[in-house]
Structures are given as structure tokens and as C-alpha cells.
């Protein structure tokens, strides 16, 4: 009978929400609108779901016939049936008339926004930027006359406060982190002390001021995060200035106790997932893979180009402070030599060009912090999130996957003992002390269920944050173009200078100098 769907087949009550919630343009009823009125249902998300795709046509809107279909699959999925077109096909008798309410209280849904579903990750890059800038800056301080530590002043613009923090309180706030969020993407900390043999590479100095960056990477993107930042844990880090802040936030950690027993939806997780989230989830985590592979052979070939401005700045400054030592040499000059060479006075010019290559050798030092700053370590930035997707994949597949495989597997150790039980009678004691463990157990798949779809559900909105963050590559790249013009620029400029400051110096009684460059 869904072929035979028109206005003499169904209800007046569909003619009327039709009239009341259609375009004002043409019969067309935007989803949009159609998908409010299933939220007006009491039908689960699933359900609400197979009904919107049995009638979305893709472009946004659909057709009269198609609203009285959805009204009629609406009607008998309120009645318990399973949304089918098969269902229609076969249907003899008139359509039932859905629980919506009065047509003329449909109208005011054409004037609301849409209610969003909780799965979805509604943020774009800009907005979770601004969410907060933190600033973290080493404080080192001594304790006796050999014991150092190091302190760290915390900055956050958005509480505009600063607070003080040892590496001991980042430690144990990441371990409070994860405990509460273990579906979440929680970045790693650096390591405390350097691994054996890093110091023979570089110095205890850069040491600490590598971890210095890796600390502020950590809490900016905690604070950005769209769950992180909402929380009582975060705000108490950032804010806290008592004495003991580890005590402060182990309480409130106990207190709050983990996401999925405080998260108004994660009993109902499962009514939210699309029914291919398996399939979504092992394609996004091969894919962001990938990108988290390439973009660490461009931060590597990014921290090398830093590298060599740095150590272009040093030959740069020794190249001039080599022409001073040359220019300064006050030793007399031979008479054999005087009467055909004009050193004695070149050399002084010789000894002043010192000035440009001092200028230079600033100018690549400054370009060697820009590429530093704004090319590396935004890279790592983002490096440390895509690491962090990674690490939540693997807590994903090896603790709740593994713990409810586990579960099953001791549920069923146990039916086979009852069902040994009923076969060969024992004490009435043993058998019903068996019963009650199974509905112990049955109770634990239950919920090991629930934290499966609410991981998955955590997992599904974490990739949607690493796919909203991509964008950040764009910024990367600007970032390191304007660093290049800016830096070929200015080195430029001075060079210009050189060169015209040579040909003063140099050149000979008609004004004429030798070739500065080769044609």
C-alpha cells in the first residue's frame, strides 16, 4: 500500500500536520523539521533513526508522500512494530494516527533549532582555541647547597590567574585524569628525568626546557578539550593555591568519581551510535594513523630546518668575529709590503663589517625561534593529541574489550557448574550460592555492555576532536611560509647593506670595485 500513499489514503490528521509544518514556499517538508517531531516522539534514537532514512530523500527535504509515510512508520513503531517499508506494503487497513499532538502545536516547530544529538562534536577549531591559553614558565629554584627542583608558574587566560606547580602535581593530575577519563583522549606527560644516555645528546638545560614545552602542550590541550575544560578537576589545577593541591585533587577526583557514573548519557549510549560504528571506528583510527605518521616526518624535517638557522646564527656571529680579530691586528706592516698593498687601511674597513654579521646572525637566530615556536612545536602540538587518539584506541581494544570478554568467558564457566549441578544433585546450599554468582556475573556483562557502547560512544566524539583539529595543519604551514619570507626578507635587507657598504669600501680610484659575486 506504500506505492498507493496520497491524500485520499491516509488520515485527515496527516493532511494536517503536513499543512502545519510544511515549507512556506512549496509542499516540501524540510528534515530538519521532520526530525523535531520524532523527537516529539516517546521512541528510542534508533528507532528515530531508521524512520529519518526510510523518508530523507538527501537534499534536505522531504515530500508530502514521504512525511505520510514517516507519520505512518511513526504510528506503528508506537505501536511496537519495527519501522519497515515492508510493513507498509503489507498493510490492509486504514494508518494509524501517531501520538504528536495537536497539528497546530506541530507549527511552532518550524520555528525551532535543531535539538542536536550528544554524539556530535558541534565545536570548530576556532571555538576550541579559544576556550584557553595557558602559559607555563619555569621558576627554578634551590633547596640547601646542592638539591635543585624545579617550579612551574601556570597562567590560565581564561581564570586569569597564575599558580605554582611542581612536577610531582602534574603527575598525579594526569594520573586523576585518566582515572576519570579512560575513554577520553588524555595526552601523556614527558618523563620526570631524562632516559639514560639523552643527556650525553644534549644538556640538562635543554633537558628541562623541552619538558617545560611538553608541560604546556598538556594543558592546553586539557583546557581546550570540550569535556576536560567543564571540569571540577582541571578548574581546581588551574585555579588552586593552597599548599597541598595533590590532596585537593584527589578529593574532588573521589568526589566526581568516573565519567561513565556521572555522564547523564552513558546508559543510553548505545541508542546513539550509528549502526556502523565499528566500521567507522577502524576506518578513522587507520587514517588519523597515517596522518599521525606523516606529520612526524614533516615536524622532523621542521626541527632539523631550526636546527640549521641556529647553527647558521653561530657561523654567522664566529664569521664576523673572525673579520674583528682580523681587522684589529694592530701589527705594523712591512715596507715591502706598504709600498703595494693599501692593508694598512683596509684592514680598519675589514674590522667594521663586524656590525653586519652580528645583525645577520641575529636575524637567523630569530628565524631559527619562529620556526621553533610557530612551525615545531605547534606540529608537536598536535602530535601529542594524535599520540594520545592512538593510546586511547589501545585502552579501548585491551581494557574494556578485554574485561568484558574476560566477564563472558567466567559467565559461562559458571552456567556449565549449574548446569553440572542440575544434572548430578549437590548440597541445595552449593547450588543456590551458584545462582546467586550468576546473576552477580550477569549483572557484570550488564554493565561492562554499557561501558563497551559508552567507550565507543567516548571514541566516536574523540575522533570527530582529532578530525576538528586538522585543520591546524593549514595554520602550520602559513605559519611556516611567513616565517621563510619574513626571515629571507630581513637577511636580505642587511645583506643589501653589505654589499653596498663593500663596494664603498673597496672599490678603487675610478670607482670602480672588484666582482662581488660570481656571473
Same mark, same amino acid.
Given at each position: 500500500?506504500?506505492?498507493?500513499?496520497?491524500?485520499?489514503?491516509v488520515p485527515l490528521y496527516y493532511r494536517e500536520v503536513h499543512q502545519a509544518i510544511c515549507s512556506r514556499t512549496d509542499e516540501r517538508v524540510p528534515i530538519s523539521v521532520f526530525q523535531r517531531v520524532l523527537s516529539r516522539t516517546s521512541l528510542?534514537?534508533?528507532?528515530?533513526?531508521?524512520?529519518?532514512?526510510?523518508?530523507?530523500?538527501?537534499?534536505?527535504?522531504?515530500?508530502?508522500?514521504?512525511?505520510?509515510?514517516?507519520?505512518?512508520?511513526?504510528?506503528?513503531?508506537?505501536?511496537?512494530?519495527?519501522?519497515?517499508?515492508?510493513?507498509?506494503?503489507?498493510?490492509?487497513?486504514?494508518?494509524?494516527?501517531?501520538?504528536?499532538?495537536?497539528?497546530?502545536?506541530?507549527?511552532?516547530?518550524?520555528?525551532?533549532?535543531?535539538?542536536?544529538?550528544?554524539?556530535?562534536?558541534s565545536l570548530t577549531l576556532g571555538e576550541l582555541l579559544k576556550k584557553d591559553t595557558i602559559k607555563v614558565q619555569l621558576i627554578p629554584e634551590k633547596k640547601g647547597l646542592f638539591l635543585k627542583h624545579v617550579e612551574y608558574q601556570v597562567t590560565?587566560?581564561?581564570?586569569?590567574?597564575?599558580?605554582?606547580?611542581?612536577?610531582?602535581?602534574?603527575?598525579?593530575?594526569?594520573?586523576?585524569?585518566?582515572?576519570?577519563?579512560?575513554?577520553?583522549?588524555?595526552?601523556?606527560?614527558?618523563?620526570?628525568?631524562?632516559?639514560?644516555?639523552?643527556?650525553?645528546?644534549?644538556?640538562?638545560?635543554?633537558?628541562?626546557?623541552?619538558?617545560?614545552?611538553?608541560?604546556?602542550?598538556?594543558?592546553?590541550?586539557?583546557?581546550?578539550?570540550?569535556?576536560?575544560?567543564? &571540569? =571540577?578537576?582541571?578548574?581546581?589545577? *588551574?585555579?588552586?593555591?593552597? $599548599?597541598?593541591?595533590? %590532596?585537593?585533587? +584527589?578529593?574532588?577526583?573521589?568526589?566526581?568519581?568516573?565519567?561513565?557514573?556521572?555522564?547523564?548519557?552513558?546508559?543510553?549510549?548505545?541508542?546513539?551510535?550509528?549502526?556502523?560504528?565499528?566500521?567507522?571506528?577502524?576506518?578513522?583510527?587507520?587514517?588519523?594513523?597515517?596522518?599521525?605518521?606523516?606529520?612526524?616526518?614533516?615536524?622532523?624535517?621542521?626541527?632539523?630546518?631550526?636546527?640549521?638557522?641556529?647553527?647558521?646564527?653561530?657561523?654567522?656571529?664566529?664569521?664576523?668575529?673572525?673579520?674583528?680579530?682580523?681587522?684589529? &691586528? =694592530?701589527?705594523?706592516?712591512?715596507? *715591502?709590503?706598504?709600498?703595494? $698593498?693599501?692593508?694598512? %687601511?683596509?684592514? +680598519?674597513?675589514?674590522?667594521?663589517?663586524?656590525?653586519?654579521?652580528?645583525?645577520?646572525?641575529?636575524?637567523?637566530?630569530?628565524?631559527?625561534?619562529?620556526?621553533?615556536?610557530?612551525?615545531?612545536?605547534?606540529?608537536?602540538?598536535?602530535?601529542?593529541?594524535?599520540?594520545?587518539?592512538?593510546?586511547?584506541?589501545?585502552?579501548?581494544?585491551?581494557?574494556?574489550?578485554?574485561?568484558?570478554?574476560?566477564?563472558?568467558?567466567?559467565?559461562?564457566?559458571?552456567?556449565?557448574?549449574?548446569?553440572?549441578?542440575?544434572?548430578?544433585?549437590?548440597?541445595?546450599?552449593?547450588?543456590?550460592? *551458584?545462582?546467586?554468582?550468576?546473576?552477580?556475573?550477569?549483572?557484570?556483562?550488564?554493565?561492562?555492555?554499557?561501558?563497551?557502547?559508552?567507550?565507543?560512544?567516548?571514541?566516536?566524539?574523540?575522533?570527530?576532536?582529532?578530525?576538528?583539529?586538522?585543520?591546524?595543519?593549514?595554520?602550520?604551514?602559513?605559519?611556516?611560509?611567513?616565517?621563510?619570507?619574513?626571515?629571507?626578507?630581513?637577511?636580505?635587507?642587511?645583506?643589501?647593506?653589505?654589499?653596498?657598504?663593500?663596494?664603498?669600501?673597496?672599490?678603487?680610484?675610478?670607482?670602480?670595485?672588484?666582482?662581488?659575486?660570481?656571473?
Open positions: 500500500m506504500a506505492a498507493d500513499i496520497n491524500e485520499g489514503s528510542s534514537i534508533t528507532v528515530q533513526n531508521q524512520i529519518a532514512e526510510h523518508v530523507n530523500s538527501g537534499d534536505g527535504f522531504i515530500s508530502k508522500v514521504s512525511l505520510y509515510k514517516g507519520l505512518a512508520l511513526i504510528a506503528l513503531a508506537q505501536q511496537g512494530k519495527p519501522p519497515s517499508t515492508k510493513l507498509l506494503e503489507n498493510f490492509i487497513q486504514e494508518f494509524p494516527k501517531p501520538q504528536l499532538g495537536e497539528p497546530k502545536e506541530l507549527q511552532s516547530l518550524k520555528m525551532q533549532t535543531v535539538q542536536e544529538s550528544p554524539l556530535i562534536l590560565s587566560e581564561r581564570f586569569t590567574v597564575s599558580v605554582y606547580r611542581r612536577y610531582s602535581d602534574f603527575d598525579v593530575f594526569h594520573e586523576l585524569l585518566l582515572q576519570r577519563y579512560a575513554y577520553r583522549v588524555v595526552p601523556e606527560l614527558p618523563p620526570k628525568r631524562a632516559l639514560k644516555g639523552v643527556l650525553t645528546s644534549m644538556s640538562e638545560r635543554e633537558f628541562i626546557e623541552g619538558r617545560r614545552r611538553a608541560l604546556d602542550r598538556f594543558l592546553n590541550l586539557v583546557a581546550r578539550h570540550p569535556v576536560f575544560s567543564e &571540569d =571540577e578537576l582541571v578548574k581546581t589545577f *588551574l585555579t588552586f593555591s593552597g $599548599s597541598d593541591v595533590q %590532596t585537593k585533587l +584527589r578529593d574532588a577526583c573521589k568526589k566526581l568519581g568516573d565519567e561513565f557514573m556521572t555522564c547523564k548519557y552513558a546508559t543510553q549510549a548505545k541508542d546513539y551510535l550509528p549502526a556502523d560504528i565499528q566500521s567507522q571506528f577502524s576506518s578513522s583510527r587507520e587514517l588519523i594513523k597515517n596522518i599521525h605518521s606523516s606529520l612526524q616526518k614533516l615536524r622532523d624535517r621542521a626541527e632539523r630546518m631550526a636546527e640549521r638557522s641556529r647553527e647558521n646564527a653561530t657561523d654567522l656571529l664566529m664569521f664576523g668575529k673572525e673579520l674583528s680579530s682580523l681587522g684589529s &691586528d =694592530e701589527s705594523p706592516v712591512p715596507i *715591502l709590503a706598504s709600498c703595494k $698593498s693599501p692593508w694598512a %687601511t683596509l684592514r +680598519r674597513s675589514v674590522k667594521g663589517l663586524s656590525v653586519e654579521f652580528s645583525l645577520l646572525s641575529e636575524k637567523a637566530a630569530q628565524q631559527g625561534r619562529r620556526e621553533e615556536d610557530y612551525v615545531v612545536e605547534k606540529l608537536n602540538l598536535f602530535l601529542d593529541l594524535l599520540q594520545s587518539y592512538r593510546d586511547l584506541c589501545e585502552r579501548h581494544e585491551k581494557g574494556v574489550l578485554h574485561e568484558h570478554h574476560r566477564v563472558l568467558q567466567k559467565y559461562g564457566v559458571m552456567k556449565r557448574q549449574m548446569l553440572s549441578a542440575t544434572v548430578q544433585p549437590k548440597e541445595q546450599v552449593s547450588v543456590e550460592q *551458584l545462582e546467586s554468582r550468576i546473576v552477580q556475573q550477569e549483572n557484570a556483562i550488564q554493565a561492562m555492555e554499557l561501558r563497551n557502547y559508552f567507550s565507543l560512544f567516548c571514541l566516536h566524539q574523540e575522533s570527530q576532536l582529532i578530525f576538528t583539529y586538522l585543520p591546524i595543519t593549514s595554520h602550520i604551514l602559513g605559519a611556516f611560509v611567513n616565517s621563510q619570507v619574513l626571515g629571507h626578507k630581513e637577511m636580505g635587507e642587511v645583506w643589501q647593506d653589505l654589499h653596498s657598504k663593500l663596494k664603498s669600501l673597496f672599490g678603487d680610484g675610478n670607482g670602480q670595485s672588484p666582482p662581488l659575486s660570481p656571473k
